[in-house]
């Protein structure tokens, strides 16, 4: 049987080692091609060295190998970097390489083409959705953001965020294998502990992280907490409202006891007075929200938010730290090459 519209990497070791033993080749073949798969994973057959030309020509034949590649690297003046990626069908998507004064390195990656959630302060919602990511697209951006971390700071990553273009959670067969690979002895062996997921809010699919009893941290874009200002900057928030999002982080953590972190973007007039600070900590309260992470806002062309004066930032964190709330400011990274929170979307460089 001819499989060459196949991708090997959606094959198991069993399947390849399958594979090897009907052509009447060794098994361990199987455990070398796995390796070159995800282990240091390469992005063509002609890479994989320590096979044969004739072995290394079959697998031509027989299977496809559509790794993303990258298409093109800007460098921030703060150091962070902004790759964007080509899908083998002419997609582009990005992620973004963060370092910290703190010795970490963060791999911001993206789960689908676009978005369909339409956020009004996010480049990415102004993009039609064209697809998701393979789950082996994403383990790429991971990698591919590994290497360049390597490459550019002699370090691995230490941790990943999914807070790229797109929704993880509407794409949360992929997310899931591809963190099963990057968490994998076989893959990256990274702890899923330092593995943040985020998501705009999909109720039921944060139950059903719960259901799987997943090991990664969880993040929720807050960023109002009444329903009424929410649903003007998030539609989402019309199907998917703060109660059922309260109830299913409740419901995550009993099933979990994973750590789960709110992330609020202050806009001037829009959520910054101490009220909405107010209304922030009576969510915050019922929630085992582990920290409140208060993001400065990033302009994009597409919308008219702007961030509020500096005075302002400040009331807002002291009355948070008054009543207790475990809050974060968290300045932006990139905003001069368009990598920072909410402003990926392809643009040329
Ligand atoms: S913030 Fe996230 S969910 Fe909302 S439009 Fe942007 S990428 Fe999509």
């Not at 091609?33 to 995800?38: D, G, R």
């Amino acid at each position: 049987m001819k499989n060459s519209s196949r991708n090997i990497r959606h094959l198991s070791l069993n399947d390849i080692e399958e594979y090897f033993t009907t052509m009447g080749e060794k098994k361990f073949r199987a455990k070398q091609v796995y390796e070159w798969l995800w282990l240091k994973p390469v992005g063509s057959f002609d890479e994989m060295t320590n096979l044969s030309k004739e072995i290394r020509q079959k697998l031509k034949d027989d299977f496809t190998l559509p790794a993303l590649k990258t298409d093109h690297t800007q460098h921030s003046e703060d150091g962070t970097f902004k790759s964007r990626f080509k899908t083998h069908d002419g997609h582009f998507v990005e992620g973004v390489l963060i370092p910290t004064a703190s010795g970490r390195y963060t791999a911001c990656v993206s789960s689908q083409i676009g978005c369909s959630l339409s956020c009004k302060f996010c480049a990415t919602g102004y993009m039609d959705r064209k697809r998701n990511l393979e789950f082996d697209e994403i383990y790429d951006e991971v990698v591919l953001l590994n290497n360049l971390c390597e490459k550019e700071y002699g370090k691995k990553l230490s941790n990943i965020v999914f807070m790229g273009m797109g929704e993880p959670l509407l794409n949360y067969k992929n997310v899931l294998r591809a963190i099963e690979h990057i968490t994998s002895p076989d893959g990256l062996a990274m702890s899923p502990k330092r593995i943040t997921v985020s998501t705009a809010g999909v109720a039921k699919m944060i139950k059903q992280l719960g259901d799987d009893k997943v090991k990664f941290k969880l993040a929720l874009s807050l960023h109002a907490a009444n329903d009424k200002k929410r649903h003007e900057i998030m539609p989402i928030n019309d199907t998917n409202d703060i109660h059922a999002l309260i109830e299913a982080l409740n419901y995550f953590y009993r099933q979990t006891k994973n750590e789960i972190t709110f992330e609020y973007i202050l806009f001037k007039n829009l959520n910054d007075s101490l009220k909405d600070a107010d209304e922030l900590i009576k969510v915050y309260r019922q929630v085992p929200a582990d920290l409140v992470n208060i993001i400065e806002y990033n302009p994009i062309d597409a919308a008219s938010f702007e961030k509020p004066d500096e005075k302002k930032v400040e009331a807002f964190m002291e009355y948070l730290a008054k009543h207790r709330v475990n809050a974060r400011l968290r300045r932006s990274r990139g905003k001069d090459i368009d990598a920072a929170c909410g402003q990926l979307a392809n643009k040329e460089g």
